[in-house]
């Protein structure tokens, strides 16, 4: 076996990197599953190997552990948007009842480095201070000692005026092909759309949470996240520790959708009170402190301009971003969509990042892609009017061949398929008949939308797959799996290349012991990672047990093949139980390794979709119902339908909440979000949800990955909001300048 | 923070006379509004068992409705067959499982959702501080009538009730007096906060219907198709030639409306005037549904 360095590029949510990998060439000369592959597991519809549990409620999430002498954390935060601590009583709260450790803003946090409680106070639920007490009730009750005075100062939570004052917190930035404005001037055709839209809050049902216990031979972390690797790395950081002294578990992960990327504070401040109480420390948020801090989509306001050829050719596109960061800044792929949805020669795409006083936005569900998605292709329906051209047709017409930001040519690109299954699926020929039925006095109209995003994935991505002699497999992997789907797709993919019955494999994720390298549960790039890795793995396993079988039978391997569980030679003389051979081993397992090799460099590889929604408006009251969504994506082949379909589902109606309800609404006077509770926040219920129709286009992406398999968390979740939005225009002849579609907005839209 | 399981009606009206007393049903909103600080009873006296939770007719063809009837007992009552406007606003009503552990004194005598007297940063007018912070915040929720509160009614059941001419009946240890429905409620001033008309140590006891109205219905907006406050809602009842009208979301209090002229005295402002459209919207389709 040997190893060679490889250097190639890796794709996170818009931004491509280069990476440094170590190939090992035991992973390599594997082949793959071809397009028309016979494939028996992989394709079919398999259960969610965490589904009994969570349904049973046996599932144990980050917030239901305890443990022997568990300290339960509360947190003093900023009750102003600006300001300052004026008094703070740190030695009243140490001698309250029940307490056993406290940090305050003076006190270094592990190596001192990171920042986690604060005295310039720059919005409400700013951590000031935080401690640790025997009970629950204990720690709550002893914040009231901390008899915290605050200076109230300056702060800003209007988008508009801080933009005017210049107010960044990072640079603004330009990003432009060509010249927009000359070509937008000498354009047959221009439209032009301005919107707001909402900050949407992620909302995971379990909010952020950590329980750590640091003890003298290391400190194991529990905890509620999305990147177990990602947050060992940042907490070694910020301890000043080495990152094998740590160990983050994270087997049961009730949601995420962005928020829960990175470390976060939350393990932070519990592995510095477990390492001043000398006891293990829980730290979770209440649903109020979740609203408030867990993170959110930020707030924009969006100016599409676009210009056209008569034939329908865009011949300028600028769109430009207005964006409230909070106080922090971060990058977020706001440009992708006007860079490269469409064939376009002239592109200007400017982000302008204003510091507001709230939290720092943090990553949601194809972050910035699904805002601008919203804008832009509400833009695009504009001009199909404009043009008096069918809007799918337009969107056709407009179809780039190539990535428009690289000129490299895509892997795989299958959108045009998506625009004509969806339009079949949907009944869009029909939609001026649809629209012309007013009978009832209800407005229905119906609108598309593409979607672009990455989702490749890459290495590093590690799995091992062990086969024992009660024939028994476990395939341990270094991912978590926050209701994705993923362990259960990892359990199919092995499945396939094992040969051996389902219910016989074991998954193993969620811990970062096993020292298993694997990806983020971001960027749509789980699938793509670990899946090959998989794969590579329980070949090798496989190739062990045919070679045993080889032995026993005297046959050779090549001759030999396990399929269902039997253990057959080509010519069917020999048909027996997989486990014949295994039945020797004893205690000894078969067991190898795979790893994800790296991606290609001459093509990029992305995912894509049409959705269409078709929605009924009453004019009287303002609600808009959405009937039925069709969701048609190209993300090369679906491991499971199942939880690939449940995925696309949540994609829907987490962005028909963006459309129809969810929106963060901030009070001017004291900076305060108004609706930090699930009964304000109006996320969509049951009754909400509309006749939801799927389908997969597109053929595996062997250019991405052996198994062909790409990213779909963040795919689902783009175009809905501006499908529903296009509908709504469609219905009742008029475009809300700013979303969600209240009663409200949609009655003063109308008037 | 006690807690006293009354045994009979009379044991409970004694309990309640006690400083600090508060009564418990369901518990769907006490329990909110102590998580959030608006409401610190020293004594919890559970109403659950005393013999309230019966739906009996009266000699004159009405009901008598027990304070803890379940509002999904309501939605689905045979008895309340011919009362479609109060069937379907219990059914309306918040989600299954809070309809199962709501009733109907609790519907009628829950406080207002206005997010600054809920939320834990303000200490509002309402809650007894010195600033209306929705008259000079986000207030696209609330009413349409200017005062001191500009809180919207948030009960389903209030005007679906006072549609159907029902009274509720008030008893305390010093005897019983019965109220109309929206007599039930007054608007806050700056000596008295409370939006409600009963009397320290009062009890809600019963709901009494008379007898049914020809035709009554129920039409709410809310924010969402399920599980969500009225933004605003209208029942209508035809009694005779007379068609009776009452609306919630649109002032302090549960109001009746004039049906010719249902916008009168509900003014609005920038932020709340769409709320008139769709009232108008809801009395006109009422109305047409009685009609």
Known sequence: VTTRIVRTVREFEGTSVDVVVLVDDSDEGLGEWPVDAALSVVGRSQSRVDGPVKVSGRARYTVDLALPGMLHAAALRSPVAGGKVAHLDLEGARTAPGVRAVLGPDDAIGSGSVRALFTELEYVGQPIAVLAADTPAQADSALAAFALRVEPGWFSVDLMRSLYDQRFVSEPIEEARGDSEAALARSDVTVALELETPAQLQTAFEPHAALADWRPDGLTVYLSTQSMFWARAELARALGIAQDEIRVVSEYVGGGFGGKLGAGWEPLVAAELSRRAGRPVRVANNRHDEQLTGGHRAWQRQTVRLGASREGRLTAIEHDTVAAMGVTPRPVPFRMVPMTLYRCDAVTARTFPVKLNLRGVNAFRAPGAVEATTAFEQAMDELAAALEIDPLQLRRINHADTDQRTGKPYSRKALLACYDRAAELAGWADREALRADRADGLLRGMGCASQIWGGGGGPPAQATVRLGGDGAATVVTGVQDPGTGTLTAVRTVAAEELGIPIERIRVRGGDTVPNLIGPAAGGSQTTGSIMPAVRQAAIKVRTKLLDLAAERFELAPADLEVRDGRLRSRDRVLDEPYTVVLAELGDSTLEAAGARLPNITDASINTFGCQIAQVVVDPGLGTVVVERIVAVHDVGRIINPLTATSQVEGGILQSLGFALCEERVLDPTLGAPTNSTLDDYKLPTIADVPEIVIDFVGAPDLSANATGAKGLGEPPAIPTCAAIANAFAHATGRRCTALPLTPKRVLECLA | ?291
């Open chain 2, 1 to 291: 923070m006690e807690y006293a399981r009354a045994g009979s009606l009379d044991e409970a009206l004694l309990l309640l006379e006690r400083a600090g007393a508060s009564a418990l049903a369901g518990g769907t909103d006490l329990a909110g509004q102590i998580d959030r600080g608006l409401a610190a009873p020293e004594l919890i006296v559970d109403i659950s068992t005393v013999g309230l939770e019966e739906i009996t007719p009266t000699d004159d063809g009405g009901l008598m409705i027990g304070a803890t009837v379940t509002l999904a007992r309501l939605a689905s009552a045979t008895e309340l067959a011919s009362y479609a406007a109060i069937a379907t606003a219990a059914g309306l009503t918040a989600s299954p499982l809070l309809r199962n552990q709501g009733t109907i004194g609790g519907n009628l005598c829950q406080r207002t959702r206005c997010w600054y007297y809920r939320g834990l940063e303000w200490n509002c007018w309402l809650a007894g501080g010195d600033t209306c912070y929705a008259q000079i915040g986000e207030h696209s929720k609330h009413n349409l009538q200017p005062g001191d509160c500009i809180s919207a009614h948030p009960s389903d059941m209030a005007p679906a009730l006072a549609a159907c001419a029902a009274t509720v009946i008030a008893r305390s240890t010093a005897g019983e007096r019965e109220l109309a429905v929206l007599d039930l409620y007054r608007r806050p001033s700056q000596d008295n906060r409370s939006l409600l008309a009963l009397r320290p140590g009062e009890l809600l006891t019963h709901v009494r219907l008379p007898a049914p109205p020809e035709a009554s219905t129920y039409r709410r907006l809310g924010e969402r198709r399920a599980f969500s406050f009225p933004l605003v809602s209208v029942a209508a009842a035809r009694h005779g030639d007379r068609i009776t009208v009452a609306a919630t979301g649109v002032a302090n209090v549960p109001v009746a409306l004039d049906p010719t002229d249902p916008l009168r005295d509900l003014p609005g402002n920038p932020q709340t005037g769409w709320k008139r459209r769709a009232l108008h919207t809801l009395v006109q389709r009422a109305t047409d549904d009685v009609g």
